[in-house]
């Protein structure tokens, strides 16, 4: 079992930046696939990140804002969101797998994840 926290939400205003931080628990954590994932009210979960074995990706609706990153010395990966948009709002949760699955941008390729934490960005 792996426990998954995140921290670092909040709001801000629109061009803003805000960084998320998520603590994953486990001895094996740099093979770790590490993911974080948005819901906005009324629509389904979708990816933002995700970074696995030196090898990092991002949705079309952030790349180039979001940088995603991790400290594998202290279980702990990071997303850096820049220029943030109003429809950037939305619960972000970060999402984790000692198993790589092989479809990063899949929900099920994760069986742990976090709480959530809200991202609120205003006009």
């Known amino acids: 079992q792996v426990q998954v926290v995140e921290s670092g939400g909040g709001l801000v205003q629109a061009g803003g930046s805000l960084r998320l931080s998520c603590v994953a628990s486990g001895r094996t954590f740099s093979s770790y696939a590490m993911g974080w994932f948005r819901q906005a009210p009324g629509k389904e979960r979708e990816f933002v990140s995700s970074?696995?074995?030196?090898?990092?990706y991002y949705a079309d609706s952030v790349k180039g804002r979001f940088t995603i990153s991790r400290d594998n010395a202290k279980n702990t990966v990071y997303l850096q969101m820049n220029s943030l948009k109003p429809e950037d709002t939305a619960v972000y949760y970060c999402?984790?797998?000692?198993?790589?699955?092989?479809?990063?941008?899949?929900?099920?390729?994760?069986?742990?994840w976090g709480q959530g934490t809200q991202v609120t960005v205003s006009s």
């Open positions: 970074s696995w074995f030196g090898s990092t």
């Open positions: 999402a984790s797998d000692p198993v790589w699955r092989g479809n990063y941008a899949s929900t099920s390729s994760y069986r742990y």
